[in-house]
């Protein structure tokens, strides 16, 4: 980023308001911008703010009964997925899955797969209760919802009487 | 509340953007350019007011964006540097019909765009009946010729 500068003589007729020092701070921060533009892309491309490669993260419990794939980051009334897998012993009852109330109330529940047969509200979490042939070892819970808050969002996810999951997203505005 | 910040956020992001862009990019801008600043507008837009398409969010969003547009105009005449830095500032591009290449190649300015303000503005057909072409702070090109004996 170069600038020849005139003599006086040479622009004496003309009445301007040249600042060749600013000039150059002016260029070199639109260079400074493209760079940072272009990084910014890649990092979308990259899945930086959600939807890519290194948003997707997976979670699981110590005995790997419960397992949880979810986006590590999301945005603001963007809808995500957490896909849950549990191995739950059989059970004649309902399979009970427990999520976070914290994590419920920065989020929007927007649907669940395969519906759940009973939910439970309590203080601290809130209960899906699944048929256990619909949840079965193989099968896979999903729950689709729209965080409606951003910064960083904690969740736990897990069965009544067995381990949780710990899981951190963080949510762009 | 949100409104108002998220209004606030979009202005200034787009102030650094539009100024990252250049000033030749909306000078002489094309069909595809106007294509590209309505795209532009409807992105802003959905950031702005979400899914609140209330009327009282819509009068929120606009006097916000009025308000600062005012304190910057303000800002602008108060602080000289500010308002070279925001708007720029004219640079000499031919000079006594002798092409300053380093000034033209820094600015992304190249000689047809001279040649082509020349005859549109003056009639002119060659670089070398150019006074001075002046970069203007608005992305235009000025011509001054010599004068005619």
């Known amino acids: 980023m170069h600038c020849e500068p005139l003599g006086q003589d040479e622009i004496a007729d003309l009445e301007i308001d040249e600042d060749l020092k600013a000039q150059r701070w002016i260029w070199c921060f639109e260079r400074l911008g493209w760079s940072v533009l272009g990084l910014f892309l890649l990092a979308g491309l990259l899945g930086v703010f959600g939807g890519g490669r290194l948003s997707e993260a997976e979670s699981r419990d110590e005995a790997g009964r419960v397992t949880v794939w979810f986006e590590q980051f999301a945005r603001v009334d963007t809808p995500v997925t957490l896909k849950v897998r549990v191995m739950a012993v059989q059970q004649p009852d309902l399979l009970w899955l427990h999520l976070s109330k914290s994590y419920f109330d920065r989020t929007r529940i927007d649907r669940i797969m395969p519906e759940p047969e009973r939910t439970v509200v309590t203080q601290d979490v809130i209960r899906f209760g699944f048929d256990p042939n619909q949840a079965s070892e193989q099968g896979l819970i999903l729950i689709s919802l729209t965080p409606i808050q951003f910064g960083q969002l904690r969740g736990s996810l897990g069965l009544a009487d067995g381990p949780a999951v710990e899981f951190h997203q963080i949510v762009y505005p | ?149």
Not at chain 2, 18 to 44: K, P, W, Y
């Open chain 2, 1 to 149: 509340m949100e409104s108002v910040l998220h209004a606030a956020t979009m202005y200034i992001v787009l102030l650094v953007l539009f100024r990252i862009s250049g000033r030749r990019t909306l000078a002489e801008a094309s069909t595809f350019d106007f294509v590209l600043l309505l795209i532009i507008s409807e992105a802003t837009q959905q950031a702005m007011t979400g899914s609140d398409y209330s009327m009282t969010n819509a009068l929120l969003v606009i006097s916000t964006l009025i308000l600062l547009d005012v304190l910057l105009t303000f800002l602008l005449k108060r602080f000289r540097g500010l308002d070279k830095a925001v708007n720029g500032l004219p640079l000499i591009v031919v000079s006594h019909g002798r092409p300053l290449r380093e000034r033209m190649a820094s600015a992304r300015v190249d000689e047809d765009d001279i040649l082509e303000a020349a005859r549109r503005t003056r009639g002119l057909e060659r670089l070398e009946q150019i006074k001075f072409a002046v970069l203007e702070r608005s992305g235009g090109i000025s011509i001054i010729p010599f004068e005619r004996p």
